[in-house]
């Protein structure tokens, strides 16, 4: 009898320390030399907080009290690359996360989890890699959207946007999520404004047939999330899986995309159907653009 209680003892005990790793919440910070020498006239760096997949469950005050901090860093832009929700209950709760954060400019595009809820979770289709039908339940995502608009932050899905903050003059494309196919690059193809100083790509998944299509046109840097960094990683934060079309060792962090720079967020959350995480802790990412050297 010992014998058979120990794989399965151990088995919850990891699940108790995948559990208990959902609020040790990190920030990671890169610097990302992408700007002309002179753009920032004499200003150090332009700051882009990276948030996503915050799927967000009623009453997870820890998430909304680290997030609602992250106001503090004074980004220059926030920019959130969907799966805000993981219950029809959820909007406020992330309203009340990201309230702080939309005194900045900000920018979003949505994934499926914002606009349907999630569904129970087959853990062997997970780590084969099996792309998990929608529930097609729908979630309140128009009350969202509409509320992160009125607070000026700018829908990029399916759509393109030119604005300046600061000395740094924007040119921004996204497209909506290309995980389940819902994208249409050609709404937003073509080259970004050669009078941009940075030029961003947003999608919620990095999908390497749309993150193409971004590097061709010239986009300087694509941001995402979805891949939650893997989730259940091996020592190292090395994924067995990535639940997209990108490759392991580029499911999370900044990497180069051919010419093009690549983000992809471990996220903050989970689905509540999987609430665990194994050497993958949750995370937002400020990104510091500086001027390339001369």
Sequence with gaps: MPLLLTP?????????????????????????????????????EFKILHISDLHMIPGQEEKIEWVSALSDL?????????????????????????????????????????????????????????????SYVDLPWRGMRAAFMEHGWRDATQARHEFQVGNVRLAVAGVDDPHHDLDDYADIAGVP??????????LHSPEPRVLEKFAADGYQLSLS?????GQICLPGSRALVTNSGIDRKRVQGLHDFGPMKMHVSNGLGTSKFAPVRIFCRPSATLLRITEKAQ
């Design 193 to 202: 404004n050669q009078d941009a100083d940075l030029a961003l790509a947003l």
């Design 225 to 229: 999330g979805h891949t939650h960094g």
């Design 8 to 44: 399965a003892l151990a088995g919850l005990a990891t699940a108790a320390w995948g559990y208990s790793e959902l609020t040790k919440f990190e920030l990671k910070e890169v610097t990302v030399p992408l700007l002309k020498p002179g753009t920032l006239r004499g200003d150090k």
């Design 74 to 134: 004074e980004p220059d832009l926030v920019v959130n690359t969907g799966d805000n929700l993981s219950d029809v209950a959820g909007v406020p709760d992330v309203l009340r996360a990201v309230g702080p954060l939309m005194k900045y400019p900000g920018l979003f595009v949505f994934g499926t989890n914002d606009y349907w809820a999630p569904r129970p979770v087959n853990p062997f289709k997970y780590l084969w890699g099996a792309k998990r039908e929608p």
